[in-house]
């Protein structure tokens, strides 16, 4: 999941970058319609807590929509051409190996979900010298190679089934699927 939390105030500053991200994104027209239906990229409201005020979150769970164009093919965050300077950098690049593991859902053998966990409480705060916890475990060479190059255990058909291909049978794993049907009326052109 990526997010990005501002305070309520700002809310029409992240309904312009959910505007952007799906304007911008590579998205063809059905699935610019699905995404402005639908919850893949989403704006929701947190109510306050404790002392601080109420926030509003960006959040994209989809993880096709993470993996094939907003890390992919981004034009500033997919190819590289954006330069962080704080260790958000190094987020990042953990970020896109844990999107590529579960996209092709390696993160379901046991190995390569427990190297998946371990990299994730590397990130974000757990990065920060105010890190209190000092028995934080970094991923060695070997184990963030392995994450690097994991092999997909599923392929994505173009339908949006997903099929098993670590089996000889090759069966469909993943069957769910939404549409956006265009209606033609032949007399009358597209309606």
Same mark, same amino acid.
């Given at each position: 999941?990526?997010?990005?939390?501002?305070?309520?105030?700002? *809310?029409?500053?992240?309904?312009?970058?959910?505007? %952007? &991200?799906? !304007? !911008?994104?590579?998205?063809?027209?059905? +699935?610019? %319609?699905?995404?402005?239906? +639908?919850?893949?990229?989403?704006?929701? $409201?947190?109510?306050?807590?404790? !002392? +601080?005020?109420?926030?509003?979150? #960006?959040?994209?769970?989809?993880? $096709?929509?993470? /993996?094939?164009?907003?890390?992919?093919? /981004?034009?500033?965050?997919?190819?590289?051409? #954006? !330069?962080?300077?704080?260790?958000? %950098?190094?987020?990042?690049?953990?970020?896109?190996?844990?999107?590529?593991?579960?996209?092709?859902?390696? $993160?379901?053998?046991?190995?390569?979900?427990?190297?998946? #966990?371990? *990299?994730?409480?590397?990130?974000?705060?757990?990065? #920060?010298? @105010?890190? @209190?916890?000092?028995?934080?475990?970094?991923?060695?060479? &070997?184990?963030?190679? @392995?994450?690097?190059?994991?092999?997909?255990?599923?392929? $994505?058909? +173009?339908?949006?089934?997903?099929?098993?291909? @670590?089996?000889?049978?090759?069966?469909?794993?993943?069957?769910?699927?939404?549409?956006? %049907?265009?209606?033609?009326?032949?007399?009358?052109?597209?309606?």
């Amino acid at each position: 999941m990526f997010s990005l939390v501002m305070t309520e105030k700002q *809310l029409p500053v992240l309904e312009k970058v959910k505007e %952007y &991200l799906i !304007n !911008n994104l590579g998205f063809d027209s059905y +699935s610019i %319609y699905k995404l402005k239906n +639908s919850s893949a990229i989403a704006i929701n $409201h947190q109510k306050a807590r404790n !002392n +601080s005020k109420g926030s509003i979150v #960006l959040i994209i769970k989809n993880i $096709h929509v993470l /993996h094939n164009h907003f890390l992919a093919t /981004h034009p500033f965050i997919g190819r590289g051409d #954006l !330069n962080f300077i704080t260790k958000k %950098y190094k987020d990042y690049k953990d970020f896109k190996i844990i999107c590529k593991a579960v996209y092709f859902a390696a $993160h379901k053998i046991s190995k390569i979900k427990s190297l998946v #966990l371990k *990299l994730s409480l590397t990130m974000n705060n757990y990065r #920060l010298s @105010t890190n @209190t916890d000092p028995d934080k475990e970094f991923l060695d060479k &070997l184990e963030m190679d @392995t994450l690097v190059n994991i092999s997909p255990t599923i392929e $994505h058909l +173009s339908d949006g089934r997903q099929r098993d291909i @670590t089996t000889l049978r090759r069966k469909i794993v993943h069957q769910h699927t939404s549409c956006v %049907y265009e209606i033609i009326n032949q007399s009358r052109g597209l309606n």
